[in-house]
């Protein structure tokens, strides 16, 4: 088995997931550098590394050109400030490298279209961190929906209803911000509206949006609400905000068609809290409980397979650079038909 050369650019928050499932795949990759400009941050992940391997020489660059120039990489993973994403992505693969992209693959489609045009150039892998396409409960519902089990699809529903007070804001000045994050749809909502096109499976006809910034000090909205026509009929329905009091409420998708209902709730969508069909198929008293300790999920760890296999087997991953650019493109229209972008 080929074990993979791999580096993180960017040691943020969410790197400790990425740390952690490259460990759980430590026969597939090999962690050798980590990438920040800040190298208190570099530091503090080195030693989450150095706990699990405590032999290996983990090298630190504050610089991700002159790390991908001196290291022998196949793969990087990107979990900078979102509004970095597209323009790390498109240098390393004109470097070779394949890449893992943190969401949003990126805040600009024509750097969208760039990094699927380079990787399908060069023969790279491109997977997007929509990570809760690997919660037991959300295959199980995508399994009912190829099965053809809700008759015609009538809607599907996501709620993002948390709390983000000013703090969070405050404590990184990019949070909010039109060029580096957007506001609570790309930044909190963006998995569950990726999880809501990926049921509804159907190309968009049409997106209207109402958006505002009710309460928190920022560029961007805290608060979205988001109607999708798809082409195929069905109607999605998005509702995200930041502003709960006083913590988070809940996160849940829905799917509702002629002969089937199903609600997804949970910490990270990872309960199953109603399902409900005409007909019955051995798969629906099969255990989906996951334990799930923060909003994120424990899907990193098989995103990172689905990352090697696509590589290593040449099979198609799950999230792909044309699948990433789906739920983006999606919010992109909501801010331009919402007027937000002309405050």
Known sequence: MKKLRHAIIGCGRISKNHIEAIYNNRDEFDLVALCDI??????????????ADPKRDIKLYKS???????????TVSISTESGYHGKIAIKCLEKGLNVLIEKPM?????????????????????EICHQNRFNAPIKKLKRAVDDKRFGKMTNVTARIL?????????LAPWRGTRALDG?????????????????????????KAELDTFLRDIE???FGAIIIRFENGVIGIVEGSACVYPKNLEETLSVFGETGTVVIGGLAVNKIETWDFADSK?????????????????????LYKDFYSAIVEGKEPLISGVEGKKAVEIILKAYEESGIYDK
């Open 38 to 51: 800040v190298e208190e941050r570099m530091e503090d992940r080195k030693n989450i590394c150095l706990e």
């Open 64 to 74: 991700y050109e002159e790390m991908i120039e001196k290291e022998d990489l196949d």
């Open 106 to 126: 990126a805040l600009d489609l024509d750097e969208i279209d760039e990094i699927n045009k380079l990787a399908a150039e060069k023969n790279l892998v491109v």
């Open 162 to 170: 948390w709390n983000r007070n000013q703090n969070y804001y405050n």
């Open 183 to 207: 506001g609570t749809l790309m930044n909190q909502c963006i998995h569950n509206i990726d999880l809501l096109q990926w049921m509804v499976g159907s190309p968009v006809k049409s997106v």
């Open 220 to 222: 961007m909205e805290d």
């Open 282 to 302: 051995y798969y629906d008293n099969i255990e989906t409980k996951e334990n799930i300790e923060n909003v994120y999920g424990n899907g990193h760890t098989p």
